[in-house]
């Protein structure tokens, strides 16, 4: 199964900056997710990342805000612009576990502090 | 549109109590269903996957059921230990990835 390495594992950051995560997977896959999961909340598909092709946003997710990178199959980005404290959350890259299985594997998640 | 819930949101038990944590969804047209746990601030680590033609899933002293005629699943934990403390979250595959709002359990010493 996939190993996921996600940096950074937290940060804090002032309104209006940007912060990009980064996660890198050891095997190559297709699709990557990106979540979100705000305090005391359940996790909210933010976007997914496939190779080669713009990212598919969900519903309330936009690219200005949430830009994400693809550039291999072992490797994407999510870009969190223009930071407010509403912003604050873990974000979580994952995986399936197994192509095709549709089986989820997760990083540690990237938890974010905006003041 | 599917919707997962869980019940309790919340539990606490002494240690060495066996639990049982119910994940509900409403609809029935899933290929599997994942039991994640997460601990606080942490990133989710799966704890067992049932397919959809499967009933029931064990590792360990984890158990996990799954009645899709019914949208319910439960999470059965035998002999509960402190290290079980975490929130417990359930996940389906339909059409995508739905999650649950979680459980979080605490299991004291």
């Known amino acids: 199964s996939a190993v996921i390495s996600q940096k950074p594992s937290r940060d804090i950051c002032q309104r209006g900056t940007s912060l990009t995560i980064q996660c890198q997977v050891d095997?190559?896959?297709?699709?990557m997710f990106w979540y979100r999961q705000q305090p005391g909340q359940s996790l909210t598909l933010i976007a997914t990342?496939?190779?080669?092709?713009?990212?598919?946003?969900e519903s309330g997710f936009v690219i200005d805000k949430f830009p994400i990178s693809r550039p291999n199959l072992t490797f994407s980005t999510l870009t969190v612009s223009n930071m407010s404290p509403e912003d604050s959350s873990i974000y979580l890259c994952?995986?399936?576990?197994?192509?095709?299985?549709?089986?989820?594997?997760f990083g540690a998640g990237s938890r974010l502090t905006v003041l | 549109k599917q919707e997962v819930t869980q019940i309790p949101a919340a539990l606490s038990v002494p240690e060495g109590e066996n639990l049982v944590l119910n994940c509900s969804f409403t609809?029935?047209?899933?290929?599997?269903l994942q039991w994640f746990r997460q601990d606080p601030g942490k990133g989710l680590t799966s704890l067992l996957l049932?397919?959809?033609?499967?009933r029931e899933q064990t590792s360990g002293r984890l158990n996990a059921s799954l009645d899709k005629s019914s949208g319910r699943s439960t999470l059965y934990i035998a002999a509960s230990q402190p290290g079980d403390s975490a929130t417990y979250l359930c996940?389906?595959?339909?059409?995508?990835?739905?999650f649950g709002p979680g459980t979080r359990l605490s299991v004291l010493p």
């Open positions: 994952s995986v399936d576990r197994v192509a095709g299985a549709n089986v989820l594997t």
């Open positions: 095997s190559q896959v297709t699709m």
């Open positions: 990342a496939n190779q080669g092709s713009e990212a598919t946003y």
């Open positions: 609809d029935s047209a899933i290929y599997n």
């Open positions: 049932i397919q959809s033609s499967q």
């Open positions: 996940a389906v595959y339909g059409q995508n990835f739905v």
